[in-house]
């Protein structure tokens, strides 16, 4: 098996990062875009998960799609859905001037929910002798 899914790993942490700056850094806070890195990171990182489980993930933005994908490798994916489901709405409308209110408080839990599914993942992966290798 090759690194494939550190890559996807690297490029999550970037999203989630930005999102963090952009948050606490910028006046105003450009709240769509946080939400929108919010949930990028979430789907590279369960991408991720799907590489390094052997699978390749579905061409899809949708959480819960790559979300359910997963269970069929851990069933404990389960435990996230509800945070796959409020990052769902921000993968695409975030990125173009359509009509989508975000509010800060909205920011805010795209950004811990992207947390959640970050740390969940990376769980997992370090669980797994493989990934300590890398």
């Known amino acids: 098996m090759d690194n494939m899914f550190a890559e996807w790993i690297k490029f ?3 999203d989630l990062t930005t999102a963090r700056h952009l948050h606490e850094t910028m006046n105003p806070v ?17 991408k991720a ?20 994908e997963c269970e069929e490798f851990d069933k404990s994916f389960a435990e996230i859905a509800n945070e796959c489901v ?8 975030p990125r173009y001037p359509m009509e989508i209110e975000v509010t800060d408080g909205d920011a805010v839990q795209a950004l811990q929910d992207s947390q959640r599914i970050t740390g969940f993942v990376k769980t997992r992966l370090f669980a797994s002798a493989l990934w300590r290798t890398i």
Do not use: W
């Open 86 to 93: 409020r990052l769902n709405d921000y993968s695409s409308q």
């Open 12 to 14: 999550a942490d970037m």
């Open 30 to 46: 450009p709240l769509e875009i946080v939400c929108y890195h919010c949930q990028q990171s979430a789907e590279k990182t369960i």
């Open 49 to 68: 998960f799907l590489i390094y489980s052997g699978a390749k993930p579905l061409k899809t933005h949708d959480l819960e799609l790559l979300r359910f």
